[in-house]
C-alpha cells in the first residue's frame, strides 16, 4: 500500500510494539474477524441477528466486486454504464448540479475538491477538457443560496441551444425521503422542465441514483428517465461513496474510477491478514481507541495540510460521528486546515485541554510544479533570504515545526501520508477511514451502522410541519 501511517513515537499511545498495543491485539483481531463476518452475513439464506440490525457491511468487499463484474462483462457492468451515462452527460450539457446531502453528497464533494482543479468552474470549456461545472445543492434548507443557484441557471439570456447554458442533474438519495434533497430536486426539476420547455429533456437530462424502493423510485417510474442507478440495500448512505452514489459523479469529472476501486480495494485486502505496525487501518485504530481509552483523548483532528483535503474531512466527520456517536459513546470528530487554521485553531491545539488527538493528512508530491519564493529589488519583507525555498519546502517546514511543537508539550499525533493526490491513493484513504470506523465501532460494542438520532430530529421536523399552516 503506498498510503501510510506514522507516529510521533515520543507524544503517542499507540505506537506499534508499545505495552498498550500488545494488550489489545487480540481484542482489535477479533474485531476485524468480526467485521468481515459481517459480510457473510449479507449472503443470501443468511440470518441477521437482531443486535446486528442493521448491517451495511455491503461496502467492504464491493470495490473487489465491482472490479471482477468490469473486467468480466465491461458493456453491461454497471462500470460500463456509469462511464457510458458519464460520457453522454459531458457531451449534452455544460453544467451538472448535484442533488443529496450527507454521505449522498459529501463523498462526491470530497472527489471534487481533492482531483480536479481548485478553480474548475472558471476554466473554459477547453480548459476543463469538455467537464462539466459542478454544483451541490439539496444538502441545506439555505433559501438565498437555492435561489441564487435557480437564477445562475435559469437566467432569461440564458438559451438550451447554447451548449455552455445547458444544464443536468444527479439526484441522490436512497429513499426519496429526505426533506433538503427532496424538496431541491422538486424546485430544480420543475426549473429544468421549463428551461428546456421539452417534455423529452427531462428524461435526457435528469439522473438520479436512489434505492430499489421509495420515493424517489417512484418518481422515477412516473416520469420515465431513462437512466436511473441503484443504491444498494446492504451499503448505508456514509458508506456509499464506491457505489453510483460517488463513481457517476467521479466519471462526470472524468476521474478514473476504476484506479480508484483499486485503491480502495487494496486496502480491504491487506487489512484481511494485515498486522499491527504493518497495516494503516489497524494501527490507526490501536492509536485512536488507546489515546481515548488511556488519555482521555476524546476529540479528534483530521489536521489536512492543504485546502484540498478539506472536503475529505468533512466527509469523515460525518461518518465518524454518525457511525460511533451512539450510547453516550463515540469521539468528537473536527477538521481544520493548515497552515491556515494554524493562525486561529493551533494556539488551543498547543496548550488548551489535553483532549485532542491530532491526525495530519500529508500529501508529499504536488500536482504542479513548486512555486519559488520570486527575488526582489525590494526586501523590506525580508523574504529574499527563503529566494531558494519552495511553497512545498516552506510547508514541509510548517508540518515539522508544528508536529515538534506538539511533541514538545507531549501532545499526540499521528501522520496519514499520501505520496500525491490521485484517484488511487484518494481511494485507499476513503476505504482505510470507513474500515477504520466500522473496525472500531465493533471494538467498543458499537454498531457502526444506522443512525437513530438522525431519524429522531427528522420525525421531529416532519411533525412540526404537518401542525404548521404556511
Known amino acids: 500500500m503506498a498510503s501510510r501511517i506514522r507516529y510521533n513515537a515520543d507524544a503517542t499511545l499507540g505506537i506499534p510494539g508499545a505495552p498498550q498495543v500488545d494488550q489489545i491485539e487480540g481484542a482489535l483481531l477479533a474485531a476485524r474477524d468480526e467485521m468481515f463476518g459481517d459480510v457473510e452475513l449479507l449472503q443470501p439464506g443468511s440470518t441477521i441477528p437482531d443486535e446486528k440490525v442493521p448491517l451495511d457491511a455491503g461496502f467492504i468487499n464491493l470495490p473487489s466486486e465491482l472490479l471482477a463484474a468490469h473486467g468480466s462483462d465491461f458493456e453491461n457492468s454497471q462500470l460500463g454504464r456509469i462511464e457510458a451515462t458519464a460520457s ?45 461545472r459542478y454544483y451541490f445543492q439539496g444538502n441545506n434548507l439555505d433559501n438565498d443560496e437555492t435561489a441564487s443557484l435557480l437564477e445562475l441557471l435559469t437566467a432569461r439570456e440564458n438559451d438550451p441551444a447554447d451548449f455552455q447554458d445547458r444544464w443536468g442533474l444527479v439526484v441522490i438519495s436512497k429513499s426519496g425521503g429526505t426533506l433538503e434533497t427532496a424538496v431541491a430536486f422538486r424546485i430544480f426539476r420543475d426549473a429544468l422542465e421549463r428551461f428546456y420547455g421539452d417534455d423529452d429533456a427531462p428524461r435526457r437530462f435528469v439522473v ?98 492543504g485546502s484540498r483535503l478539506e472536503a475529505l474531512g468533512l466527509w469523515y466527520d460525518q461518518l465518524l460521528a454518525e457511525s460511533l456517536g451512539k450510547q453516550e459513546q463515540g469521539a468528537t470528530p473536527l477538521t481544520v486546515v493548515n497552515t491556515r ?82 484517484e488511487y491513493a484518494i481511494g485507499q484513504v476513503l476505504q482505510m477511514l470507513m474500515l477504520a470506523t466500522v473496525l472500531e465501532g465493533r471494538l467498543i460494542g458499537i454498531n457502526p451502522y444506522g443512525q437513530p438520532g438522525v431519524e429522531a430530529y427528522k420525525k421531529n421536523m416532519t411533525a412540526i410541519l404537518n401542525k404548521s399552516p404556511s
Open 208 to 305: 438520479p441514483i436512489t434505492g430499489e424502493t421509495g420515493k424517489l423510485r417512484d418518481i422515477c417510474n412516473a416520469k420515465k428517465y431513462d437512466r436511473v442507478f441503484p443504491i444498494p440495500d446492504n451499503v448505508g448512505g456514509r458508506f456509499s461513496i464506491f457505489t453510483p452514489v460517488g463513481l457517476l459523479p467521479a466519471a462526470i469529472m472524468g476521474l478514473d474510477v476504476k484506479r480508484l476501486l483499486e485503491g480502495a480495494a487494496d486496502v480491504t485486502e491487506q487489512l484481511r491478514t494485515g498486522s499491527l505496525g504493518d497495516d494503516p487501518v489497524l494501527d490507526y485504530v490501536a492509536t485512536c481507541h488507546l489515546t481515548e481509552v488511556k488519555q482521555g483523548l476524546d476529540i479528534r483532528v483530521l489536521s489536512t495540510w
Open 341 to 422: 487554521d494554524l493562525h486561529s485553531r493551533g494556539q488551543q491545539h498547543q496548550e488548551g485541554r489535553r483532549d485532542k488527538l491530532i491526525t495530519n493528512v500529508i500529501v508529499e508530491s504536488s500536482s504542479t510544479t513548486p512555486l519559488g519564493v520570486p527575488q526582489s529589488d525590494f526586501d523590506q519583507d525580508n523574504l529574499n533570504r527563503l529566494g531558494d525555498k519552495t511553497i512545498p519546502t516552506l510547508l514541509e517546514a510548517a508540518i515539522a515545526g508544528t508536529n515538534q511543537a506538539y511533541a514538545d508539550e507531549v501532545r499526540p499525533t499521528a501522520d496519514i501520508v499520501l505520496p500525491r493526490l490521485d
Open 88 to 132: 453522454e452527460l459531458r457531451s449534452e450539457v455544460d453544467r451538472v448540479l448535484f442533488l443529496g446531502i450527507g454521505g449522498s453528497y459529501m463523498g462526491a464533494r470530497a472527489l471534487f475538491e481533492a482531483l480536479l482543479n481548485p478553480y474548475h468552474n472558471e476554466l473554459s470549456t477547453e480548459q476543463r477538457k469538455g467537464v462539466p
